[in-house]
């Protein structure tokens, strides 16, 4: 079974902070992402990497940043945190072009 | 501009009998597509996928069905049970874009005993 573990369930920080979400998975997949979920808006896609140190912006990178320093481990960058980055965050990972193997998700309150 | 649309937000069926959640794209250029189910506290999961060469795909209570000329698919659970109570995403891709999986905005399925 492919399991991505995520670094927190539940997260509470305050605006400005530096907040780091780590996600890590144990299939050697090539393909690593960070989603945000919100009611009434479906899941959203901030990152995406094809391979360690390569990274390319999804749909809504602004206010976040990501590093891949190896395969099994990519990582959440929110450099300043703002109350509207208080959402669901889901990493996945992928062995090719379609299926997405998700995490638990973090659940992040930003006050 | 939401490329992939679920214009039911929920949906309530009896146990037994049939759920069909729908799906509507706009990009003529997504090739691939997926339905994914997700509980409260968890991530999505996989459930069923179709490639745009078919227009059925089945899997035990799960069927997925694609038409083409109108841009739209289905999920259909027969028969649906408790268990299936969860929000629904489909998603989407394009040939040559495999970062881009677009997801639709989710429907809530309740099965009700």
């Not at chain 1, 690593?32 to 390569?54: A, T």
């Not at chain 1, 940043?65 to 395969?71: H, L």
């Not at chain 2, 996989?46 to 000329?69: A, C, M, P, W, Y």
Request: glycine share 8%; with cysteine.
């Amino acid at each position: 079974d492919v399991k991505v573990t995520q670094s927190s369930r539940y997260l509470v920080k305050r605006t400005g902070e530096k907040v780091f979400l780590e996600c890590v998975q144990d299939m050697d997949h090539e393909n690593m992402f960070w989603y945000r979920q919100d009611p009434g808006l479906g899941l959203r896609l901030i990152y995406f990497s094809y391979d360690v140190k390569m990274k390319e912006k999804g749909d809504i990178p602004e206010g976040y940043s990501v590093s891949r320093e190896k395969k099994e481990r990519f990582s959440l960058i929110l450099e300043s945190a703002s109350t509207n980055q208080t959402s669901m965050y889901l990493c996945a990972s992928s062995p090719d072009r379609g299926r997405r193997y998700f995490g638990p998700g973090t659940r992040l309150t930003v006050t | 501009d939401q490329q992939v649309k679920q214009n039911s937000p929920s949906l309530s069926v009896q146990e037994g009998r049939i759920s069909i959640l729908n799906c509507d794209y706009t990009n003529s250029m997504f090739d691939y597509f997926l339905w994914y189910k997700k509980y409260p506290a968890e991530g999505p999961t996989f459930l069923i996928s179709i490639s745009s060469i078919k227009d059925k795909n089945e899997d035990g209570r799960f069927t997925v069905f694609l038409n083409k000329s109108a841009k739209h698919l289905s999920l259909h659970i027969v028969p649906s049970q408790p268990g299936d109570s969860a929000v629904y995403f489909c998603a989407a891709s394009a040939r040559g874009n495999t970062g881009k999986l677009i997801f639709g905005q989710g429907t809530t399925l309740q099965v009700k005993p």
